[in-house]
């Protein structure tokens, strides 16, 4: 059974930057992974993902030109890269596994991962 870890969240004030992982156990190499956030009263939604390979990557209009996701297949971990963070990316971050093995093609809706981690909270404020 797939487990999926987040870490690296935390307070930061506004510019500041934050790296998150996901650590994978249990089926990482052939899936894309995404990321998600969910502030309070809102839904989860997209943030970035990558293809199982790394060659293709997606990200939101916000996460655009600030975020960056890769990966490590030797160290079944994903990583988000967020810099010059606003208050408004305050929420939890959550990674996901894609639910289609072998695919270049990277999901930006939530059916299109089939495991969550149980997020970590990133806190942007002054």
């Known amino acids: 059974q797939v487990q999926l870890v987040e870490s690296g969240g935390g307070l930061v004030q506004p510019g500041e930057s934050l790296r998150l992982s996901c650590a994978v156990s249990?089926?990482?190499?052939?899936?894309?992974m995404g990321w998600f956030c969910q502030a309070p009263g809102k839904e989860r939604e997209f943030v970035a993902a990558?293809?199982?390979?790394?060659?293709?990557?997606y990200y939101s209009d916000s996460a655009k030109g600030r975020f960056t996701i890769s990966r490590d297949n030797s160290k079944n971990t994903v990583y988000l890269q967020m810099n010059s963070l606003k208050p408004e990316d305050t929420a939890v971050y959550y990674c996901?596994?894609?639910?289609?093995?072998?695919?270049?093609?990277?999901?930006?809706?939530?059916?299109?991962?089939?495991?969550w981690g149980p997020g970590t909270q990133v806190t942007v404020s002054s």
């Open positions: 996901a596994k894609g639910r289609q093995s072998h695919t270049t093609v990277v999901q930006t809706t939530r059916g299109g991962y089939d495991a």
């Open positions: 249990g089926g990482f190499n052939y899936y894309a």
């Open positions: 990558i293809s199982y390979s790394g060659g293709n990557t």
